[in-house]
């Protein structure tokens, strides 16, 4: 059986929730196909949330890996093309650590590209009516040591496992009052669920354009 491991956030930053782990739940109950789907809670800790994700694929060996973080005043979902080895929090993370210009993996390669089909996502969320756009940086906070963290150990093992990193907005609560734009978690998980549904399906990415020009 086909093996999907979906992974969310813990809240940070002052938020009482992440819309990022309230979203994989929901997408792993309204999923309809033959594929066991996992779920996990990752902590916004740098020292932390690699391990997890590392023990996660050797327990689980899935076959594909679509890690989820919030991306606070995104105004559409966003697939991201690129981890970079680099620590540079702006603010410190759940345990109080914030590395500033450290690298994720001492000696690593310099980044990993997504092994999702990216572009044939955004095409299927955009067919779906959900906002989404391919993003050229996950950043260079938990988000972008989690997606950098997952791509290294895909690429050290034997297995085929697809892998990537999704951002979502704030759930309209955390941005009522605010001018930040927002996405309701149902949208979220659906867009979630495209997205894992195009990469069981499609293995050559579309040629299609999605790259930016600053």
Request: aromatic share 8%.
């Amino acid at each position: 059986m086909t093996t999907v491991l979906l992974t969310g956030f813990e809240p940070f930053g002052g938020e009482t929730t992440n819309p990022s782990w309230s979203a994989v739940q929901e997408a792993k109950r309204d999923w309809i196909g033959r594929e066991d789907i996992h779920v996990l809670e990752l902590p916004v800790d740098f020292a932390t949330a690699g391990p997890a994700v590392a023990a996660a694929l050797d327990t689980l060996r899935p076959d594909l890996v679509i890690c989820v973080g919030q991306a606070g005043g995104a105004a559409s979902l966003q697939v991201e093309r690129v981890a970079i080895n680099i620590d540079d929090a702006r603010i410190p993370d759940n345990a109080g650590r914030q590395p500033i210009d450290e690298p994720v993996i001492a000696g690593g390669p310099a980044a990993y590209f997504s092994t999702l089909p990216i572009k044939a996502a955004v095409e299927e969320l955009t067919r779906l009516g959900i906002p989404a756009v391919i993003s050229q940086t996950a950043g260079t906070f938990a988000c972008n040591h989690v997606f950098y963290r997952l791509m290294h150990e895909l690429e050290g093992s034997e297995r085929n496992t697809r892998g990537g990193f999704v951002h979502v907005p704030f759930a309209p609560g955390q941005a009522a009052g605010t001018r930040y734009a927002s996405m309701t978690v149902e949208m979220m998980a659906r867009g979630i669920t495209a997205i894992a549904a195009t990469a069981l399906s499609t293995f050559v990415d579309h040629k299609v354009a999605g790259g930016a020009l600053y």
